[in-house]
C-alpha cells in the first residue's frame, strides 16, 4: 500500500488549498509521494489523481516528464554529477568515468547495496565551482577523484547527516497560517483586490 | 569591502569592487535571516512602495529600464504595461535557472530570499494583484528551504500575507517547486508548469503571458534577478538607479563566468561599461585564462548562445552590445575555453543538451536535435562521413532557417549576423541547439574534417559517457 | 477594421470578410479564420499533420509552415494557429516554405517504420502522401530508429503501434477535449515521448474509435478492422447512422461485399465527424451467424423450418386475415425501418388492415403526441453559443453519444449552461450549472416550484441555491432548449411529462429535443406506426386517399398490445424488429404476453429471444443493405444507402409490406423505392417538397416539420406516491453497451458490457450495513429476491437505488412493473 499515509493527505490537502486550481498542486504533491516512499508508484499517483480530480495517465503525463520523479527504487542517495560544458572544461566527464568505476555502475544504475544511484546530469547551476555534483540535490564543489572517494566513504558511514534520503526536499516546508493568508480564489471567481481598486481610485 | 574575495558561505560569489545592487548582504554569513534583512534596510523599499499609488510604482520601474534579466532583456516596465484590465492576474517568478553556465538565481535565492519577496510584493502592488507563485527549481533544496523559511517568517511579521506591514494591502506568495526540465525556465512552459501540467511551450500568438497566461489570466512572469533589483530602486529612485550601467542598460546583472579563467565566479557588474577582456583578465575579475593559455572561444550568454572568439574580446557586456555581434548576452552565463579545448567535443555536449532538454513538442526540435546529437557522438566515436559536416548544417536548417547568428571573422571575411535567429519551431530551444553547431563548424571546420579523416583512431580518448535520457 | 472599406458601395450590409493575398490572389477569409482553413476553403491545401478542424490547434507537427508576411517581412508561421488578418501576405510556394515542409517530413520519418505495405494506414495515409509529394528520396538518417513493443492494445477495440506515432496530439488531444475521457497521453519527454495509457488502465472510452480514424498515420489501429482490407479495394458510400436517433453522418467502407469500416463523416448538422464506438463498430453485425437468410415458418414440432418467401408471407397473411376483429391484433416496432419502409408497413396495416394497435416505442419512451407536437429545437440550436440547456431525460453519453459530444462542447468551449434534471448525475459531471436531480416521481414538482418561482427553500433534497441558480437561467433572456426522455424506465412517462409543462408554463419560447434513443424513432412516428394517427401527425379520422381503412378511433400501445396478449385478447403480434422479451421494460408482462398470444410473425434481422417464440420468421435485410430515408430527432432527413447486398434472401421491410399487400389481395400503391417516396411526399404535406434524389448530396440532409398540427395541452398533475417502507426509491436506465441484438451480435462489442451492480448513496450503503462490492439482495413489494454486487457511489442521491437495464447479471426488467408511476425496491445485505 503505497498510497499517500494520513500524514502526507493532510499535507496534500495544505499544499492544494495554495492554488487557484487543484491541478496546480501536481508536481509538490508528487514530491512528498516521492519523499514518503523514495520513488513514485502507481499508487501513489492514483491517490494524486483523486485528490486533484484528473485521470492516473494525466498524473503519469505530467510526473514523467519531470527528470526528478522516479517510477522505480533508486538508491539512499542519488549522486548525480554534472557533464555539461563548464563542468565538461575542467574534468566532469573524468570525474563521471571515476565515479562509475569506483560505483561499478552505469549512470542510472544501483549500486547492488541499494546506496548508490549514479546519474550524469545537466547544469546545476554551479559553474564557477566545478566540476561538481549533487547528492539528493545538495551540492559538493570542485571534486577531484579523492574527494569523491572521501565523499562516497562519508556517506556510507553515515557522517553526512545533513543530507535527507532520496526523496526528500527542502528540510523546511511553507505553512501560511490561516489567519495570515490574504486568500486564493479560483480563477473563474477571483476579481480585482480591494486595495487596488481603492488605492488606484484615489490616486486619481 | 574586500576586493574579490571569496566568500566561503556563499560559494561561488566574488566580492569585487564595485556598486552592489543586488548581492549587498551577500558577505553576511546570515544574509538569508529576516533578522540580518531587517537590520540592513530591508522591506524599507516595500513599505515606500505602500506609501505611493500603485500607478505611481509603475511609473518608477518603467522609468528605471529595468531590463529583465532573465535572458530576453525586455525592460519589465514596459513588460507590466501590457497587461489588460482584467482581473484576476498573476505574477510568477522565474527562478527555475537551468540555463548551461547560469547560476546567479540561485545565489540570490540562497543568499537573499527576502530581498527577493520585497520585490515581488512591490510587483505584485504595482501590477494590482494579490496571488504571486514563486517557482523555484526542483533541484535547488536549499533555495527552497531558505526560500519557505523567509516565507515564513515574512508572513508571521506581517510583511507577506493578509494586511501587510497593518496596511489594507494583501498579497499571498506561494512557494511552489520544479521537478527537473530545463524548458520549464522558458515562461509559457512555466505557467504550464504550474497549472500541473507537462512544461510544453504555448504558442504566442495568442498565449502571451500577460494576456493569457496562468488559467489564461494575465500573468506577468518576471525573472528573480529582475525583482531583486526592486528594493533598492524603490529607495534609491530611478534617477539615481541610472547612473550605473549604461544609457540602453542602467543598473548591474549578475554574471557568471566559468570555465577557463583562473578566478571563476559570480560578479556583479555595471552592464554596458565593462567588455569581455576586462573580465576575463581584469585584476577585478577573473585575472586572466587558466595556465596563461590562449582563448579559443567563449559562449556570452549560456549555452543557448552563439559562441565568441577573441575578435569580439572587447565587446561591452549589455544586450545592445552582444546581439548585433552575432550572439546574446542572455542570462548572464559567460563560459571560457582556452586552447586546450576540443571544439567538437564541445560542441557535441551543448547540442547534448538541447537533445535532452526538448520538451518534444515541435517536430524540428524533437527530432532535429536528437539527430544532430547523434551525428556528433558518431564523429567523435570514429564514424563521421565527409557529408556529416554539411548533413549538420542541414539539420540546422530545417530547425532555424537562413543563416543563424554568428559573430565576425575578419580572417574568413564572415560578417557579423545579428541575434536572434530564425525558427520553424514554437520556442527558442531547438534553434538554440543550432548555435554550438554553426559557431564551431564556421569556425573550427578542420577539427571536424579532422576527426572524421582520422576515424576509428580518436574513439578511446573522446567517447563520452552515460546515455541521453 | 480595414474589411469594411474594401466593402463594395452597392451591397454595404454584406462584410465581405478578411481581405488576405494568397500566392498572389487577393481573397477574403472570414472573421478569425485560421490560415489553414480559410487557404483550404479557397482550393489551396497546406499539408499538414497535428491540425484537425474540429480540436484546438497545437502548432506541434509544424507541417503547415508557410510564408507569411503580417505586415513586418515574411516569416515562417504555422498555418493552423494563425487567424487570417487584414493584408496579410501568404505564400504557400515560395522556396523558404517548401524547405520548411520539406524539413518537417524528412524529420518525421527518420524515426517512422518503412512498414507501409502491411500497415492498415498504407495507401490512405498523409503521411505517405505528403512523403510522396514533398519528401525527399532516400534517408539520410543511417542511425537506428526509435524502438518500442510492436503493437500494443490500449482497449478492447484500439492498438497503438507506437514506432509509427508522429506525436500530434490528435488522439490523446480527442480523449481529452472531445470526449472527455483523457485515458491515453503524452508519457516521458524529448525524443522519448510516447502516447500510453496508465499502466493497467485501458483506454475505456465510448469514443475510443475516433482516435483510430483521426490518426494521421497507422499508429492506432481498430481491433475489428487491422488486416480486414486494404485500402484499394475499399469503395466508399455515404449514409446516416441507424444506431440512435442522432443521425450521426457515416460512410460506409465495404471490400468483397462486406462492411468493413464505418467512418464518421463531418457533419456540421449532427456529428462533426465524430461516431460512438457503438456507431462505428456496429457494422460487424451484418456478417453475424445470427443472421437470418431465409424464411422460416415453425412447424408441428416447434421447430422453424425454411420455406419459400410465398408459402411464408401466405401464413403470415393468413394469421392477419382470419383474426375475427383488427382489435385483435397487435404490431411492435419498427424504429429500426427506414422512413420509406415505415411507410409501408403503416399503409399496410392501418390503411388496408384497418389496425390501429401499433406501436413502434416499447413503453420506454414518450406519448407519441409530445414526441411530435412539441417545438422542436436542432442540435445547432441548442448548441449554440450562450444557450441554456435543461437536461430532463437520460445520460446522453450512455443513449446518444455523439449528442452528447455536441453538448459537452457546448457546456465547455461555447458557454452554454446546463440544468441537469436527469434521475441521476449523467457525465457531464461538474460542468453542469444547476444541479437538480428529482428523486423519482418528482421532476414535475421540482418543475413546478421553478414556474411558480418557488425556490426560496429547499424542495425534494434539492438545495435552494440550485433551485434558485436554474430559476435565473431559465427566466434570464438567454434561449433554452430542454432535451426530454426516459432517464428512468421505473418512472412512468407521466412524471417527464408533466414536468414538460410546468417547465413551458415558465419558458413558454423554449424548444425541444426529444431524446429517445432508438434509431428511427422519430421516422416511426411521423409515418404513423404509433396508435391514433396517420403519418404527418394527423389524427385517426383525417381524410387521406389511400388509408380509407384506417379505423376511427385509437389503438392499443406497446403495453396495451402486451396486456391484450396476457389477457388471451390478442391473435396475431406482428414484430417489427422488435424483441419485447428483451427490451420491453416489464418482462413479468412480456412473458405472460408471449405465453397467451396466437401466431407471432417476425419481421427481423436476427434470431432473438422474441423469434424464438414466433411462427413465422421473416428475413429483413439491415442497415446497409439498403437503400431508404432516416429522421433523427431533430426532425432532419437525410439518406441511408445500401453498400452491400443482403445475405440469403432477406428483402427490404417495405418490400415485404408490399408483398403482405399483394398476397392479401390489396395494393398499397408502389413497387419500387421511388414510388413510395412518391406516395409519402403526396400524402405527408411536410414531405410534399423533399427532393428524395439530392437529399444526399448535402452531408446535413434538412430538417421537415413533424408533428402536423398537433395541439398539445399538457397536465401538470402527477401525484408522487409517498415511498413505502422499502425505502429506496429505483431508477432504472440504458447503458451504452447492453445486451441489445446489435451488440451481442457484434463480435468486439458483445464483451464490452458490464455486469449489473447496485449503486446507491455511500450514506444509504452505511445505513443498510453493507460494503461497497460486497452481494446483496434487492426485491420488489411481492416479488422474487434478486442476488446483485451493490456499490456505494456519492453521485448517487440519498434514497436512490440504480440499476442498469439489459447489462449481464441481474435484469432490471424483472423489478419493473409496466404502469406503476414509480418501483420502490428493498436491498438487503
Ligand atoms: C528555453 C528557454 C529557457 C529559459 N529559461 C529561463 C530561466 O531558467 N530563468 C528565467 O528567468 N528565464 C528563462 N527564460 C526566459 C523566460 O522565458 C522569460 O523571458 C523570463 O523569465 C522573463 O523574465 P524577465 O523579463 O524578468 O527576464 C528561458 C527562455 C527560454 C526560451
Ligand atoms: S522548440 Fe523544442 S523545447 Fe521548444 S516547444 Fe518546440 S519542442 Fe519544445
Ligand atoms: S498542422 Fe500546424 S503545426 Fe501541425
Redesign the pocket.
Known amino acids: 500500500m503505497s498510497r499517500l499515509n494520513e500524514e502526507n493527505v493532510a499535507l496534500a490537502h495544505e499544499i492544494i488549498s495554495r492554488y487557484p486550481r487543484k491541478k496546480s498542486a501536481l508536481i509538490p504533491l508528487l514530491h512528498v509521494a516521492q519523499e514518503q516512499e523514495g520513488h513514485v508508484t502507481n499508487e501513489a499517483m492514483e491517490h494524486l489523481a483523486e485528490l486533484v480530480g484528473v485521470t492516473p495517465a494525466e498524473v503519469l503525463g505530467t510526473a514523467s516528464f519531470y527528470e526528478m520523479f522516479k517510477f522505480e527504487p533508486q538508491g539512499k542517495y542519488m549522486v548525480n554529477i554534472c557533464t555539461n560544458i563548464s563542468c565538461q572544461l575542467v574534468g566532469g566527464e573524468e570525474l563521471l568515468h571515476h565515479a562509475e568505476k569506483t560505483l561499478g555502475v552505469r549512470p542510472g544504475g544501483t549500486t547492488e547495496d541499494g546506496m548508490f544511484t549514479l546519474e550524469d546530469v545537466e547544469c546545476m547551476a554551479a559553474c564557477t565551482e566545478a566540476p561538481c555534483l549533487q547528492v539528493n540535490y545538495r551540492h559538493e564543489y570542485r571534486l577531484d577523484n579523492s574527494d569523491f572517494d572521501k565523499l562516497i566513504a562519508d556517506l556510507r558511514a553515515g557522517n553526512r547527516p545533513e543530507i535527507p534520503d532520496h526523496g526528500t526536499l527542502g528540510a523546511v516546508r511553507q505553512h501560511i497560517p490561516a489567519d495570515r493568508m490574504a486568500g486564493i480564489e479560483s480563477p473563474e471567481t477571483a476579481g480585482t483586490p480591494a486595495w487596488f481598486a481603492s488605492r488606484t481610485a484615489q490616486s486619481n | 569591502m574586500a576586493t574579490n574575495a571569496y566568500v566561503p558561505h556563499a560559494a561561488g560569489y566574488v566580492d569585487n569592487e564595485g556598486v552592489k545592487i543586488v548581492s549587498s548582504r551577500f558577505p553576511y554569513e546570515d544574509s538569508y535571516t529576516l533578522e540580518r534583512s531587517l537590520a540592513t534596510g530591508g522591506y524599507e523599499g516595500m513599505k515606500k512602495a505602500l506609501r505611493m499609488a500603485p500607478a505611481d510604482v509603475a511609473a518608477l520601474v518603467k522609468d528605471a529600464v529595468l531590463l529583465?534579466?532573465?535572458?530576453?532583456?525586455?525592460p519589465?516596465g514596459v513588460?507590466w504595461g501590457f497587461m489588460p484590465p482584467v482581473w484576476p492576474r498573476y505574477l510568477v517568478v522565474?527562478g527555475?535557472?537551468?540555463?548551461p553556465g547560469?547560476y546567479k538565481?540561485r545565489l540570490l535565492m540562497e543568499r537573499d530570499p527576502h530581498q527577493l519577496i520585497e520585490g515581488c510584493i512591490i510587483a505584485c502592488y504595482a501590477l494590482g494583484l494579490n496571488t504571486c507563485f514563486l517557482y523555484v527549481r526542483g533541484e535547488m533544496p536549499v533555495a527552497q528551504e531558505r526560500i519557505a523559511q523567509a516565507l515564513n517568517d515574512a508572513y508571521d511579521a506581517g510583511l507577506v500575507g493578509k494586511n501587510i506591514d497593518g496596511t489594507d494591502v494583501s498579497i499571498d506568495i506561494v512557494l511552489h517547486w520544479g521537478a527537473g526540465a530545463?524548458?520549464v525556465?522558458?515562461?509559457t512552459a512555466l505557467i504550464e508548469s504550474l497549472e500541473g501540467n507537462r512544461g510544453m511551450p504555448r504558442l504566442k500568438p495568442p498565449f502571451f503571458p500577460a494576456a493569457k497566461g496562468l488559467y489564461l489570466k494575465p500573468t506577468i512572469?518576471?525573472?528573480?534577478e529582475?525583482l531583486a533589483n526592486l528594493p533598492w530602486l524603490m529607495i534609491n529612485g530611478s534617477e539615481e538607479y541610472k547612473k550605473y550601467g549604461s544609457e540602453r542598460s542602467p543598473g548591474t546583472r549578475m554574471l557568471a563566468i566559468s570555465g577557463h579563467v583562473k578566478r571563476p565566479g559570480v560578479y556583479e557588474v555595471e552592464q554596458g561599461k565593462v567588455s569581455f577582456r576586462d573580465l576575463f583578465y581584469g585584476e577585478n575579475y577573473c585575472g586572466g585564462i587558466t595556465d596563461d593559455n590562449d582563448l579559443k572561444m567563449f559562449i556570452p550568454g549560456g549555452g543557448?548562445a552563439p559562441w565568441f572568439f577573441e575578435e569580439q574580446l572587447d565587446v561591452l557586456l549589455e544586450a545592445s552590445e552582444v546581439g548585433p555581434a552575432g550572439s546574446m548576452l542572455g542570462?548572464g552565463a559567460i563560459v571560457v575555453m582556452d586552447e586546450t579545448t576540443d571544439a567538437v567535443r564541445a560542441c557535441l555536449r551543448v547540442v547534448r543538451f538541447f537533445a535532452r532538454e526538448s520538451c518534444g513538442k515541435c517536430t524540428p526540435c524533437r527530432e532535429g536535435t536528437t539527430w544532430e546529437e547523434k551525428v556528433l557522438q558518431r564523429i567523435l566515436d570514429g564514424h563521421g562521413r565527409p557529408e556529416d559536416i554539411d548533413l549538420l548544417l542541414e539539420i540546422g536548417a530545417n530547425i532555424s532557417p537562413g543563416v543563424y547568428p554568428v559573430a565576425a571573422h575578419p580572417d574568413s571575411g564572415l560578417e557579423a549576423v545579428p541575434f536572434p535567429p530564425k525558427q520553424t519551431t514554437i520556442?527558442?530551444?531547438g534553434p538554440?541547439s543550432v548555435a554550438p553547431i554553426t559557431s564551431a563548424i564556421r569556425r573550427f571546420r578542420s577539427e571536424f574534417e579532422a576527426k572524421i579523416a582520422n576515424g576509428s583512431a580518436s574513439e578511446e580518448t573522446h567517447e563520452l559517457s552515460g546515455t541521453s535520457a | 477594421m480595414t474589411a469594411t472599406e474594401n466593402t463594395e458601395p452597392e451591397s454595404p450590409e454584406v462584410d465581405p470578410g478578411v481581405p488576405f493575398t494568397l500566392n498572389g490572389v487577393e481573397l477574403h477569409a472570414n472573421e478569425g479564420e485560421l490560415l489553414i482553413s480559410a487557404a483550404e476553403r479557397h482550393g489551396v491545401h497546406i499539408p499538414h499533420f497535428c491540425y484537425h478542424p474540429r480540436m484546438t490547434p497545437v502548432g506541434m507537427c509544424r507541417m503547415c509552415l508557410v510564408e507569411v508576411d503580417g505586415g513586418r517581412g515574411p516569416s515562417l508561421q504555422p498555418s493552423c494557429m494563425l487567424p487570417v488578418t487584414p493584408n496579410m501576405i501568404v505564400n504557400t510556394e515560395s522556396e523558404p516554405t517548401t524547405k520548411a515542409q520539406d524539413g518537417v517530413l524528412e524529420l518525421l520519418l527518420i524515426n517512422h517504420p518503412l512498414d507501409c505495405p502491411v500497415c492498415d494506414k498504407g495507401g490512405e495515409c498523409p503521411l505517405q502522401d505528403n512523403a510522396y509529394a514533398f519528401g525527399p528520396g532516400e534517408s539520410r538518417f543511417v542511425e537506428e530508429k526509435r524502438h518500442y513493443e510492436k503493437p500494443i492494445p490500449i482497449s478492447d477495440l484500439v492498438y497503438l503501434d507506437r514506432e509509427r506515432c508522429i506525436l500530434c496530439d490528435r488522439c490523446t488531444r480527442f480523449a481529452d477535449e472531445v470526449a472527455g475521457d483523457p485515458l491515453i497521453h503524452f508519457i516521458d519527454r524529448g525524443s522519448q515521448t510516447q502516447v500510453n495509457t496508465f499502466p493497467e488502465h485501458e483506454f475505456s472510452s465510448y469514443f475510443s474509435g475516433n482516435t483510430v480514424q483521426i490518426c494521421p498515420v497507422g499508429a492506432l489501429t481498430a481491433q475489428p478492422y487491422r488486416f480486414a482490407a486494404r485500402p484499394w479495394d475499399l469503395s466508399e458510400t455515404e449514409s446516416t447512422s441507424m444506431v440512435d436517433s442522432t443521425g450521426a453522418r457515416v460512410a460506409l467502407h465495404s471490400s468483397q461485399n462486406r462492411l468493413v469500416r464505418i467512418q464518421g463523416v463531418d457533419s456540421e448538422a449532427t456529428n462533426w465527424g465524430w461516431l460512438s464506438d457503438k456507431e462505428r463498430f456496429i457494422y460487424e453485425a451484418t456478417d453475424s451467424p445470427d443472421r437470418i437468410t431465409e424464411p422460416l415458418v415453425r412447424d408441428g414440432s416447434g421447430e422453424p423450418v425454411r420455406t419459400r418467401w410465398n408459402s411464408a408471407i401466405k401464413k403470415a397473411v393468413e394469421a392477419l386475415t382470419t383474426a375475427s376483429d383488427p382489435r385483435r391484433i397487435g404490431v411492435i416496432g419498427g424504429a429500426r425501418l427506414t422512413l420509406e419502409s415505415q411507410y409501408a408497413w403503416a399503409k399496410l396495416l392501418k390503411g388496408l388492415g384497418a389496425i390501429d394497435n401499433i406501436d413502434a416505442q416499447l413503453g420506454d419512451g414518450l406519448p407519441a403526441d409530445v414526441v411530435m407536437g412539441l417545438p422542436k429545437a436542432t442540435i445547432a440550436s441548442a448548441c449554440a453559443p450562450g444557450g441554456v440547456v435543461v437536461l430532463l431525460g437520460a445520460d446522453p453519453k450512455e443513449e446518444l453519444p455523439t449528442l452528447y459530444l455536441r453538448l459537452r462542447h457546448a457546456v465547455q468551449s461555447d458557454g452554454v449552461s446546463l440544468i441537469e434534471m436527469s434521475p441521476r448525475q449523467t457525465s457531464f459531471g461538474a460542468s453542469v450549472a444547476a444541479r437538480l436531480n428529482p428523486l423519482p416521481g418528482s421532476a414535475g414538482q421540482i418543475a413546478s416550484a421553478l414556474a411558480d418561482g418557488m425556490v426560496g427553500t429547499s424542495i425534494g433534497g434539492i438545495s435552494s441555491g440550485e433551485l434558485t441558480t436554474a430559476h435565473e437561467l431559465l427566466t434570464s433572456d438567454r434561449p433554452v432548449t430542454i432535451i426530454v426522455g426516459r432517464g428512468n424506465l421505473a418512472e412512468s412517462a407521466d412524471v417527464v411529462v408533466s414536468a414538460i409543462a410546468a417547465l413551458r408554463r415558465l419558458v413558454p419560447n423554449a424548444t425541444f429535443l426529444t431524446a429517445l434513443r432508438r434509431g428511427n424513432i422519430h421516422g416511426a412516428l411521423e409515418m404513423g406506426l404509433t396508435p391514433g394517427y396517420l403519418p404527418g401527425g394527423r389524427p385517426l379520422g383525417t381524410a387521406l386517399a389511400g388509408w380509407e381503412m384506417a379505423p376511427p378511433s385509437a389503438g392499443l400501445d406497446a403495453e396495451g398490445i402486451l396486456r391484450a396478449a396476457a389477457q388471451g385478447s390478442l391473435d396475431t403480434l406482428v414484430l417489427l424488429g422488435a424483441d419485447p422479451l428483451r427490451d420491453f421494460p416489464d418482462h413479468t408482462l412480456a412473458a405472460a404476453a408471449f405465453e397467451r398470444v396466437g401466431t407471432v410473425i417476425s419481421i427481423d434481422s436476427f434470431l432473438t429471444a422474441s423469434t424464438d417464440r414466433a411462427d413465422v420468421i421473416l428475413p429483413a435485410a439491415m442497415f446497409g443493405e439498403v437503400d431508404g430515408t432516416f429522421m433523427n430527432l431533430e426532425g432532419r432527413i437525410s439518406p441511408v444507402q445500401a453498400k452491400v447486398t443482403s445475405p440469403g434472401q432477406a428483402w427490404p421491410d417495405w418490400m415485404i409490406a408490399a408483398e403482405f399487400a399483394q398476397a392479401a389481395g390489396g395494393d398499397l400503391g408502389f413497387g419500387t423505392l421511388a414510388e413510395v417516396r412518391a406516395d409519402i411526399s403526396a400524402s405527408v404535406p411536410a414531405f410534399a417538397d423533399v427532393d428524395w434524389e439530392t437529399e444526399g448530396a448535402s452531408s446535413d440532409g434538412s430538417v421537415v416539420e413533424t408533428g402536423g398540427s398537433i395541439e398539445l395541452s399538457l397536465t401538470e398533475t402527477a401525484p408522487i406516491p409517498p415511498a413505502d417502507d422499502y425505502g429506496l426509491r429505483l431508477v432504472v436506465d440504458r447503458k451504452l453497451w447492453d445486451n441489445g441484438t446489435m451488440i451481442s451480435s457484434s463480435a468486439s462489442l458483445g464483451d464490452l458490457v458490464d455486469d449489473a451492480v447496485l449503486t446507491l448513496a455511500p450514506a444509504d450503503l452505511e445505513r443498510l450495513g453493507g460494503q461497497s462490492g460486497q452481494e446483496a439482495q434487492v426485491s420488489i413489494a411481492g416479488g422474487d429476491s434478486h442476488p446483485i454486487v451493490v456499490k456505494a457511489d456519492g453521485r448517487i442521491r440519498p434514497g436512490v437505488a440504480h440499476i442498469p437495464f439489459g447489462v449481464n447479471g441481474v435484469q432490471a426488467q424483472e423489478l419493473l412493473t409496466a404502469g406503476e408511476p414509480v418501483v420502490d425496491v428493498r436491498v438487503q445485505v
Open positions: 529583465g534579466r532573465g535572458g530576453a532583456g525586455f519589465a513588460k522565474n527555475d535557472e537551468s540555463e547560469t538565481d530545463y524548458i525556465g522558458e515562461e512572469v518576471n525573472n528573480v529582475t543557448s542570462s520556442c527558442p530551444l538554440s
